[in-house]
């Protein structure tokens, strides 16, 4: 039972829940999504393993069936629900949808999410990235988990050779085209260097919201 503020969210809230119980085999998340006045537009839960698709969360498959059933991309003026704090993916198919309000369950400690971005920022500059900077940052942060996917395939000795050569190329090209004055840049530059210099004992970074020390969030 939840009182106050949050009471008002616990109905659609528990649909969003009855969505995860429709996951079966796969991570439970549900979503629901309602209009103005308060009806459910769409609903949605995870298929990622039961439908072989990456893209099958929760949330995009309940803005698919929402934009369908409206015949528009557009679901501005909507709420959605989801039982847990969207990736990054989804955040942004709900940027895309113009989604007007998001309300989330669980906060997901492991995957790279905006809160994660947001943390990030607060813990290097004190201040919560807004508008364009938010942007910025999560546009960083998703580079730097870029990067370090590429370490992580060219480190991983099950990797086929052909395409460990052309992920070194790229990452000798990252490092080239490093800029010394962002952190973000300086950052990476060091990592690709330590990666380099010792391929075999190269150590791929723990796949967390933000390598520690990240300077995410701080203008360049
Ligand atoms: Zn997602």
């Given at each position: 039972?939840?009182?106050?503020?949050?009471?008002?969210?616990?109905?659609?809230?528990?649909?969003?829940?009855?969505?995860?119980?429709?996951?079966?085999?796969?991570?439970?998340?549900?979503?629901?999504?309602?209009?103005?006045?308060?009806?459910?537009?769409?609903?949605?839960?995870?298929?990622?393993?039961?439908?072989?698709?990456?893209?099958?969360?929760?949330?995009?498959?309940?803005?698919?069936?929402?934009?369908q059933r409206f015949g528009a991309w557009r679901l501005g003026d909507a709420t959605l629900y989801?039982?847990?704090?969207?990736?990054?993916?989804?955040?942004?198919?709900?940027?895309?949808?113009?989604?007007?309000?998001?309300?989330?369950?669980?906060?997901?400690?492991?995957?790279?999410?905006?809160?994660?971005?947001?943390?990030?920022?607060?813990?290097?500059?004190?201040?919560?990235?807004?508008?364009?900077?938010?942007?910025?940052?999560?546009?960083?942060?998703?580079?730097?988990?870029?990067?370090?996917?590429?370490?992580?395939?060219?480190?991983?000795?099950?990797?086929?050779?052909?395409?460990?050569?052309?992920?070194?190329?790229?990452?000798?090209?990252?490092?080239?085209?490093?800029?010394?004055?962002?952190?973000?840049?300086?950052?990476?530059?060091?990592?690709?260097?330590?990666?380099?210099?010792?391929?075999?004992?190269?150590?791929?970074?723990?796949?967390?919201?933000?390598?520690?020390?990240?300077?995410?969030?701080?203008?360049?």
């Amino acid at each position: 039972m939840v009182t106050g503020y949050l009471a008002g969210f616990e109905p659609a809230m528990r649909e969003a829940l009855a969505e995860a119980a429709r996951c079966g085999a796969d991570v439970p998340v549900g979503a629901v999504v309602l209009d103005q006045a308060g009806q459910i537009i769409g609903r949605g839960h995870n298929q990622r393993e039961s439908g072989a698709d990456p893209t099958a969360h929760a949330e995009m498959l309940l803005l698919r069936e929402a934009a369908q059933r409206f015949g528009a991309w557009r679901l501005g003026d909507a709420t959605l629900y989801v039982t847990k704090e969207p990736c990054l993916m989804c955040a942004g198919a709900m940027i895309a949808a113009r989604i007007k309000r998001l309300v989330y369950g669980a906060r997901d400690p492991k995957n790279l999410t905006l809160e994660a971005v947001i943390d990030g920022a607060l813990a290097t500059t004190g201040t919560a990235p807004r508008g364009a900077g938010l942007v910025q940052a999560v546009q960083r942060a998703v580079y730097v988990r870029t990067v370090e996917a590429l370490l992580t395939l060219a480190a991983d000795k099950s990797t086929a050779s052909e395409v460990r050569a052309v992920t070194q190329a790229k990452l000798v090209e990252i490092r080239r085209r490093a800029d010394s004055r962002s952190a973000t840049d300086a950052y990476l530059a060091h990592r690709i260097d330590l990666y380099l210099s010792d391929p075999a004992k190269f150590a791929p970074a723990e796949p967390i919201e933000a390598p520690p020390g990240m300077p995410i969030g701080e203008d360049e």
